[in-house]
């Protein structure tokens, strides 16, 4: 850039700077009605679409297909043509030496035009590198084999129903169908244990288990079978059948005497 050129445009700077609108409120303000209007699509996003349901995280379950979210899929995606001996360089060596590149991108191209369409090593840098992150994420999109779907049962009564098939085939050998004991001489069903056993003690003792009175761990991370819901689902069925103090769903609430 000559003098002259330099002259024009700090003059067109100045121009524009004694015409333009100030920071405060003027900028401020449109910002904050920007915002205001992503905070109420995002409430509206959640209000009418919601988050689709999951069961929660089990370690040992081994059908399940991890993903990271979808703004690193790229980098997944990357990672797949990176040797496994190298995969600490393809994690962090290629994604900070791409990050300290857009980082001296100013520094490195040190066009004096303002205009996309006359600063080429800084529009095709960004351009390439948005490209290649878009491409990456479809290609990770389409090989993403399908999720199997587990049924997650949200309501209580959805519950106590699911809880109610569990109990049977898991625990009514030893307690009963109703919680009377069988092989065991403590009845779950009894006030002694619904009133002084909270929610996640029961669930605890369904997944640990008690080798000291001979009850085998049940939940899958101690090597039994059953998944964190399903013992949250049977434990709800405990709680609204044999807690008295617990009013089922839909049901009148008892008048205090």
């Not at 050129?5 to 015409?19: G, N």
């Not at 109420?40 to 399940?64: C, I, K, Q, S, W």
């Not at 390439?128 to 049962?153: D, H, N, S």
């Not at 619904?194 to 899958?220: C, K, R, V, W």
Request: hydrophobic share 40%; charged share 20%; glycine share 6%.
């Amino acid at each position: 850039m000559n003098e002259e050129q330099k002259r024009k445009y700090w003059e067109r700077y100045l121009k524009l700077k004694h015409e333009g609108v100030k920071f405060f409120p003027d900028v401020v303000y449109k910002d904050a009605i920007v915002a205001f209007l992503i905070f109420l699509l995002l409430v509206g996003l959640a209000a009418f679409l919601g988050v689709h349901p999951e069961p929660r995280v089990d370690p040992n379950d081994t059908a399940y297909i991890p993903r990271p979210e979808w703004y690193f899929l790229f980098l997944f995606q990357f990672l797949k043509a990176v040797p496994p001996q190298l995969e600490w360089v393809g994690a962090t060596v290629v994604p900070g030496l791409a990050i300290l590149i857009l980082f001296l991108l100013p520094f490195i191209d040190k066009n004096p035009y303002r205009h996309w369409s006359r600063r080429k090593i800084a529009t095709g840098t960004m351009t390439a590198v948005v490209l290649a992150m878009v491409v990456l994420t479809i290609q990770a999109v389409r090989t993403t084999p399908p999720q199997p779907e587990k049924p997650v049962a949200q309501s209580i009564p959805q519950q106590i129903a699911t809880g109610h098939k569990l109990f049977e085939s898991n625990c009514a050998v030893c307690h009963g169908k109703n919680g009377e004991g069988v092989l065991v001489k403590k009845a779950l069903s009894s006030k002694d244990v619904m009133y002084t056993h909270d929610n996640e003690t029961l669930a605890n003792i369904i997944s640990f288990g008690q080798p000291e009175e001979g009850m085998q761990p049940f939940g899958t991370a101690n090597g039994g079978s059953l998944s964190p819901d399903e013992i949250k689902a049977i434990v709800t069925f405990m709680r609204y059948t044999w807690d008295d103090r617990v009013q089922p769903p839909g049901a009148t609430p008892t008048p205090a005497p």
